[in-house]
């Protein structure tokens, strides 16, 4: 029965049904080939309580951010930021990219509102000083992965309301990860950067380079401040996540009408934008929630437990083989979709791998992430591809180094616990 319903899911997936109506298709069949002497109405109980969860109420609020964030132009006060600090290195408009997507990464949470937020900005300004636009792309699309892995993390909100461990050591464990993988980005931008000579802007000296800089500081101090309200005030105990969400949407409102660059009428497209965004990705929650109980039901997750590990011995190979599934998932589906289906599959393979709840979580989202670069349904490389008006097919060769580097990461997540849970047992005293 295992085999079935995979291959039965997998290939609705193929046939491009959508992804909500496929689960709760299969779940239908399921309960009909399969009964268990229930009513079918316990499957819209579960979509129900799937979906009931307080924590969950933050995930359209940082859509709403999000939303806001670009509206307001507030990414433009970020890229300038960022290039005052980096510009100056060799390739320093693809650095300066990579460090405003760490910063936008602590506003958004999604690799899609930074590749479609800053993505225009960046690339346009990285083709007026001679780069090439397939690279600007490249930079651009890779760059933004970091979203879904620092925080506010919306794929690791959504795994933490599922699995039931703490959003907030969730999200601190995305902290160093999120960092290393800008680190890597970096190093690898740099080598490529040097061995094609691309240009890099020097900055002045004296007090033109403070004049500068401080002018840049002063456009970007408030838009910094919205990372550090949601980490702070989750790390300190003064606010919840889905809190931390609502502050931030009002501080993301108070910056835009400050800076006048949105006005009252602006706001109800916003909040419509944002909730069928959210009505979107909440439908899948619950059709998952629904396919949940169905396979724990039907005991499907201890049976592949059972058969990976009756055909790989090596703990070390079950992690890589469950590793490639996820990338392998990711390139025919989004992150959010392919992690809401795999979790209930994979996660007693990991529990008895061993693996921490909270490593595991920031692993899968960045495994699944990845797909989020290749086609056939890469959403950000078509983003970056329509901005830069280059071919899919060209950036995919731009992007392997930066691929290669995130793969790193993923590695040191997956083999070294104290990669993603150094900060959160610091501050939570474990």
Not at 82 to 101: F, M, Y
Not at 165 to 186: D, W
Not at 257 to 275: H, Q, V
Not at 402 to 419: C, K, Q, R, Y
């Amino acid at each position: 029965m295992t085999a079935l319903v995979l291959f039965v899911l997998f290939f609705l997936f193929m046939i491009g049904m959508p992804i909500a109506f496929t689960i709760i298709a299969v779940t239908m069949v399921m309960s009909l080939l399969f009964p268990l002497e229930l009513p079918l109405v316990v499957i819209p109980q579960n979509m129900s309580s799937g979906v009931e969860g307080f924590t969950l109420l933050a995930v359209p609020l940082f859509i709403l951010t999000a939303k806001i964030m670009n509206a307001g132009k507030i990414t433009e006060r970020v890229f300038d930021f960022a290039k005052a600090t980096v510009g100056n290195i060799r390739g320093g408009l693809a650095h300066v990219n990579i460090l405003a997507s760490l910063i936008f990464a602590g506003m958004s949470g999604a690799a899609i509102a930074d590749a479609a937020g800053l993505g225009e900005i960046e690339i346009k300004a990285m083709k007026e000083e001679g780069y090439e636009s397939v690279f600007s792309a490249a930079i651009t699309a890779g760059s933004s992965i970091i979203g879904p892995i620092f925080p506010p993390s919306i794929p690791i909100l959504l795994y933490g309301s599922l699995v039931g461990v703490s959003i907030g050591e969730l999200f601190l464990a995305g902290i160093v990860p999120g960092c290393m993988m800008a680190l890597l980005l970096f190093v690898t931008a740099y080598v490529i950067a040097v061995r094609r000579h691309y240009p890099y802007t020097p900055f002045p000296g004296g007090w033109e380079y403070v004049k500068g800089f401080g002018k840049a500081l002063a456009r970007g101090i408030f838009p910094l401040f919205t990372p550090i309200i949601i980490l702070g005030s989750i790390m300190f105990g003064i606010a919840t996540p889905t809190e931390a969400a609502v502050l931030a949407v009002l501080y993301s409102l108070v910056l835009g009408f400050c800076y006048k660059t949105i006005r009252f009428k602006d706001i109800p497209s916003l909040f419509l934008e944002a909730g069928l965004d959210s009505a979107l990705v909440l439908f899948i929650v619950a059709a998952v929630s629904a396919f949940s109980w169905m396979i724990t039901a039907k005991e499907i997750p201890q049976t592949l437990t059972t058969l990976i590990f009756g055909a790989i011995e090596s703990p070390a190979l079950v992690t890589l083989t469950i590793i490639g599934i996820l990338i392998v998932l990711g390139l025919f589906m989004n992150p959010t979709p392919g992690l809401l289906l795999c979790v209930p599959l994979f996660l007693p393979v990991a529990q008895k791998l061993g693996f921490n709840l909270v490593q595991f979580g920031v692993m899968i989202v960045l495994a699944l992430a990845i797909g989020l670069l290749t086609p056939p349904v890469g959403l950000v490389l078509y983003i970056v591809a329509n901005v830069a008006q280059v071919e899919v097919g060209d950036i995919i060769k731009e992007l392997i180094p930066f691929i290669i580097a995130l793969l790193i990461v993923v590695l040191l997540i997956a083999f070294m616990p104290g990669f993603t849970l150094y900060i959160p047992n610091l501050l939570y005293g474990k």
